[in-house]
Structures are given as structure tokens and as C-alpha cells.
């Protein structure tokens, strides 16, 4: 799992430390980079705004995004993915608290690859942090990515 960057797209300080402190409790020791909203999200992917149109990041093996964000909301900044053919392909994992169908509906139709609850309970939320690390760093086999 090491080497593979998971990038975490989260505004909220106490779900950022939540899923941090339930990566490391499983022993996921990936570089986690945090995006605090949809434009730092989309600068560090595509190179977008100060950056001037190129990132040299590496593209991380999964994006954990929330979807009520500032600036710019998930769904927006997956929908800019999607349409962009340099990350069209990375996995996208929506992990929210929202339970609304419309946001389930509008991830899935906008090319997420998973939708997924934040449960409330930390052992739950570290259960599930668990889970998805599992899933995504270890057992996928995502498209060959690479820079255009």
C-alpha cells in the first residue's frame, strides 16, 4: 500500500482528523494530501489556478471527496474530473454524511466509483475507513494512469 497517495478532499477540521486518525489506526500508512475545498482539490489534480496550468503531484490511487464543500461542491469538482481525460479514470470515492437519493444519484451519475456514508460512531467510521483502504489500495486493480 505504501507509495500509493490517497487524496482526501474535506472541509470539515474534525472529519479531516477523524479520517486521518482511522487511517493510521489500520495501519494505512499512505501519503495522505488534504484538499480543503473544490478549488485546492482541483488545483493539486489538474494544475488549475495558481499553479499555472500544470501540477507536477502525482495522481493519487484514490480520492476520498466530500460532496458539501466550500468554493466549489463535489459534485462540481467531480464532474471537472470526469471531463478532464487526465483523471477521468481515477478512482473517486464520495464519503459523506449526506443521505440525501439527489447527492447518491447526482455522484453516480457524474462517474463516482463508490458512494459511502460517514458513519456518526468512530469505531464504525475506523471500520469503515478500514474497509475502504482495503478495498482501494490493496485489493483494486485501477486504469494505468498518466499525465497528459
Known amino acids: 500500500m505504501e507509495g500509493k497517495v490517497i487524496l482526501l478532499v474535506e472541509d ?13 489506526r489500520n495501519n494505512i500508512k499512505n501519503e495522505v494530501v488534504v484538499a480543503r475545498d473544490g478549488v485546492q482539490a482541483l488545483e493539486y489534480l489538474l494544475g488549475e489556478g495558481n499553479t499555472g496550468g500544470h501540477s507536477l503531484a502525482p495522481l493519487p490511487e484514490v480520492i476520498l471527496l466530500d460532496l458539501k464543500l466550500p468554493k466549489l461542491d463535489g459534485l462540481e469538482v467531480l464532474r471537472r474530473l470526469r471531463a478532464d481525460g487526465r483523471t477521468k479514470l481515477l478512482p ?50 485501477g486504469p494505468p494512469l498518466r499525465r497528459s
Do not use: H, M
Open 12 to 24: 470539515n477540521a474534525d472529519d479531516e482528523l477523524l479520517t486521518l486518525r482511522a487511517l493510521k
Open 92 to 141: 473517486i470515492v464520495i464519503l459523506t454524511s449526506s443521505d440525501e437519493e439527489r447527492d447518491r444519484i447526482g455522484g453516480y451519475n457524474l462517474g463516482a466509483n463508490s458512494y459511502v456514508r460517514k458513519p456518526v460512531d468512530f469505531e464504525q467510521f475506523t471500520e469503515t475507513v478500514r474497509q475502504l483502504g482495503l478495498y482501494w489500495l490493496v485489493l483494486n486493480e
